[in-house]
């Protein structure tokens, strides 16, 4: 007897959660992403500083244990849900010679996540980095050279190395916040020794459309990091209007032109080109994200699930449930709805969110904790830092970047050894 496919669309937290644990004896297991390896977000920011390789920041599809799943490097352009049906793009550059391809499903698994959202900035996309994938890191980390490097030339005067050295975020989120806390750190501890010269220059600009940052914690821990990224000197502008991106300069409705060497865009979600052409029940208000009921069924216009059709991950959400756009939340997802069909054929019982806590590094051992309970300075960066082995699904990439934090408190980062 044949068995089961089981067609997962993603490779995020709740699409590799699921790769990974769905029984292999129970179900064909195909996996459709355009990236072949999970991405832990949370640790980015601290692969493009230099604290541990790029590599341990991601972890692949396809293990030697489970070499029974079927992995498509490719992008999902379109699913027919009645007859069952993904229509898929090859994403492997100019090396396909195969084309578009179809594929078959018995069960199928939405979890695109979603794109970045630029509100249609111009020239955002063009001139600004973004913090999503290890690709996205390794840029970070050369451009901070690249600009390092320029900014020690002769003949410029010391504008122009302050105008070079300009670093600005945009986004006051835990993203934005926390890679301006690795950014501020790796300066100020590894390579202000390497260009003694350009000690004092370089500025760190966060900016927000909001008049707030770290808006999804408590007031008084936003005011907390508010005062804590002041006392480090870091540039904070809120209710900060964006209105185009150039080259080496950002312009905003309240301070006309201003210049940077690095701008790092760290804003919120944007829809998923696949999940704005399904026909299925949507919000009718905010981030349009495919509705499910608690079982993650996907839900028709008409509020009615679509059997064998599931969704989760950022690019859904449960329709009287409201979840954020979370790694967390993801990945408890992902677990349940794999326990959920390796135990049954599909689930027997509602999914229930189990809050944790929410975590923010500031830099130089300071960090907030907020939910249950709330923290602030060095126990909650340890907990942030603790938190960051917990993410790699497995030990022996926790060992490495627990080796390569023993190795840079020793020696200094690579980029800047002692």
Request: proline residues 5%.
């Amino acid at each position: 007897m044949s068995k089961p496919t089981v067609a997962i669309i993603g490779s995020g937290w709740a699409g590799f959660t699921l790769s990974q644990k769905l029984s292999l004896t129970k179900y064909n297991v195909q996996v459709i992403s355009p990236i072949r390896t999970i991405q832990y977000t949370p640790l980015l920011a601290s692969a493009a500083c230099g604290l541990f390789n790029f590599r341990l920041a991601e972890e692949p599809v396809r293990r030697r244990s489970r070499t029974e799943v079927q992995y498509h490097k490719a992008i999902a352009e379109k699913i027919d849900l009645e007859k069952r049906i993904i229509y898929c793009k090859p994403s492997v550059e100019d090396l396909s010679r195969t084309g578009d391809f179809e594929v078959t499903y018995d069960k199928i698994i939405i979890a695109p996540g979603c794109d970045i959202q630029t509100f249609g900035t111009p020239g955002a996309k063009e001139y600004a980095l973004f913090l999503k994938t290890t690709n996205d890191a390794r840029m970070i980390q050369q451009r901070l050279l690249q600009m390092l490097d320029a900014a020690s030339l002769p003949g410029l005067t010391e504008q122009q190395q302050r105008d070079l050295l300009s670093i600005r975020i945009v986004g006051g989120g835990a993203i934005g916040i926390e890679a301006c806390a690795e950014l501020h750190d790796l300066w100020h501890e590894d390579m202000r020794h390497l260009y003694p010269h350009l000690d004092g220059k370089l500025s760190i600009t966060i900016h927000d459309v909001a008049p707030t940052i770290l808006s999804t914690f408590e007031s008084s821990l936003g005011d907390y990091a508010l005062k804590s990224l002041e006392q480090k000197k870091v540039n904070i502008k809120t209710s900060s209007h964006i209105e185009k991106v150039e080259e080496s300069a950002i312009f905003t409705k309240e301070d006309g032109r201003l210049p940077y060497g690095m701008l790092l865009w760290a804003t919120g979600n944007s829809v998923n080109p696949l999940v704005e052409s399904l026909d299925v029940k949507k919000p009718e208000k905010g981030l349009p994200r495919i509705l499910t009921d608690r079982y993650m069924q996907i839900l028709r216009p008409d509020g009615t699930p679509i059997e064998n059709a599931y969704a989760l991950g950022d690019a859904a959400d449960i329709e009287g449930y409201t979840l954020p756009t979370l790694a967390e939340v993801a990945l408890q997802k992902g677990e349940w709805l794999s326990n959920e069909l390796n135990q049954h054929d599909r689930p027997s019982q509602p999914f229930d969110y189990k809050s944790k806590a929410l975590i923010a590094y500031l830099g130089q051992h300071d960090g907030i904790v907020g939910g249950q309970t709330e923290w602030t300075g060095q126990n909650a960066w340890l907990a942030w830092r603790s938190g960051s082995l917990g993410w790699t699904r497995s030990w022996r990439r926790r060992a490495m970047i627990a080796i390569s934090w023993l190795f840079v408190w020793i020696g200094g980062r690579d980029i800047s050894r002692k």
